[in-house]
Every structure is written in structure tokens, then in C-alpha cells.
């Protein structure tokens, strides 16, 4: 495994945020935070932060995770992933499990989850049947990109068809949490620590002056919360091409 280092990439820019948030998602080209506990999602307009939608009378409800379309915020509480329907303010919940480490919404509103609990990755269709189960994976985070799955383990990204074929194993430097994929490239990262792993043709390891709470693509920028999820920190993706 051929594995580059950069060390201490500094970012372009920096924005301080006004309060602390847990959860970055991009959609529609705008960026959405949500923070661990609470009942509301923030959008960023330009530099500031504004209050999107309150979708609970819970203040203490918890967000693992969410994911938003045209009409409808799809929320995991780590235990069960409900969905918010923004024009009438009515919340469904959708699937139950014990401990729901990863959920993405695919471009035809059907769910792929990861019940981490049962080792199970489950494709749901669009009225939330399960159309498919693979079983005895260990997943800790999955993505979607152009059609394919990346499915994150301990030691190794599984890709898959819409069919849950297998279609590459690609092995990983170090064991990380999450994963996000934009164009050709794979990037890895753990919530807390200050290093990514970026995949093009070859793998290389990039140092950062902070720690990292999660990432999103904006354009021809990424976007990292930090580790303390008071501070945007921007970069232009060329640096890890």
C-alpha cells in the first residue's frame, strides 16, 4: 500500500460559530449543522449561521445524524431514524434498532442503514420494506456516491451496486470512523482526531491544525467542522487532488 504524508495543511479560511454543533451535511449547495442534542437544523448563509427548521417540542432529542431532501429531514437519534415532513411538520418513525451507526438516502428516497448492533447492512425500499440484508458486517459509516456504496469497516471500504454486489474492496491505512467520497476521491477521517486519509489514485495521510468533527463538499471547497464543533475551516479541494 503506497501511502503519501503531508503534514500541517493550513486552512484558507476560518469562521467561529455561535454555538457548538456535532453534525455537517451539504445539500443543495448550502451547509446544514446540527448539534448533538437539540431540536433544530442551522443552515450557513454566506458567513452566518441561521435556524432552518425546529422539527421536535424535544430540546433534549439527540442527533447522531440526518440527512435532507426537497421535502423531508430524515433524523437518526442512534436508535431510530425518523422522518420530518417540512411542509406539514408530521414526523414518521421509519426504522428501529438498538444501534443505527450509519443511514444514507439514495437519490430514489430509499434508505441503506447500518444496524451496527446485528452486523446487518440493510436496504430499504421506498416504503421502508427491507429489500435486502448483508449480514455480518461491522459497518461504521457508509456513503453514496455516483451509484456506488462505500461501506467503511475496521480494515477495509467495501463498494456495492444498488444491488449489494460487491464491486471493489479497497484496504485502508489506519482504522478510521467515518467516510466521504466526492468525485474519485475517498476521504477518511475519525471524529476527534486531526489527521485525513485521502484516496485518489494512492493513499495519502494530511495533518491538520485542528481536529475534526465532520466534513462536507461545498463547491470546490471542503468544508470541516472542528473537534470542539465551534469552527468551520475551509480548504480548496486541489490540495488533495
Known amino acids: 500500500m503506497l501511502i503519501f504524508i503531508l503534514f500541517a495543511l493550513a486552512p484558507d479560511s476560518t469562521i467561529q460559530l455561535d454555538r457548538v454543533y456535532n453534525t455537517i451535511e451539504q445539500y443543495n449547495n448550502t451547509i446544514y449543522l446540527a448539534p448533538f442534542i437539540g431540536n433544530s437544523i442551522y443552515a450557513m448563509k454566506t458567513s452566518s449561521i441561521k435556524k432552518t427548521v425546529t422539527f421536535s417540542d424535544d430540546v433534549n432529542y439527540r442527533i447522531k445524524d440526518f440527512a435532507i431532501t426537497p421535502f423531508v429531514i430524515y433524523l437518526n437519534n442512534g436508535r431510530t431514524i ?41 436496504f430499504l425500499d421506498f416504503i421502508y420494506n427491507r429489500r435486502l440484508t448483508i449480514s455480518d458486517m461491522n459497518i461504521k459509516d457508509i456513503c453514496f456516491y455516483d451509484d456506488i456504496l462505500y461501506a467503511l469497516t475496521n480494515n477495509t471500504i467495501y463498494l456495492y451496486d444498488e444491488y449489494g454486489n460487491i464491486e471493489e474492496k479497497v ?21 476527534g482526531k486531526n489527521r485525513l486519509h485521502i484516496r485518489n489514485n494512492a493513499w495519502q495521510i494530511i495533518d491538520l491544525t485542528h481536529g475534526v ?18 469552527s468551520l475551516y475551509f480548504y480548496d479541494l486541489s490540495y488533495f487532488e
Not at 85 to 110: A, C, H, M, Q, R
Not at 171 to 188: A, G, Q, R
Not at 218 to 227: A, P, R, T, Y
Open 82 to 122: 425518523e422522518k420530518y415532513y417540512l411542509s406539514s411538520g408530521i414526523k414518521d418513525e421509519i426504522f428501529v434498532s438498538k444501534n443505527i451507526s450509519s443511514f444514507i438516502v439514495t437519490p430514489n428516497e430509499e434508505l441503506i442503514v447500518c444496524d451496527y448492533d446485528k452486523a446487518e447492512l440493510i
Open 171 to 191: 484496504k485502508i491505512p489506519e482504522t478510521s470512523t467515518n467516510i466521504m467520497v466526492k468525485d474519485s476521491t475517498i476521504f477518511l477521517y475519525s471524529k
Open 213 to 230: 468533527s465532520g466534513i462536507a463538499v461545498l463547491g470546490h471547497v471542503l468544508v470541516i467542522l472542528d473537534d470542539k464543533g465551534s
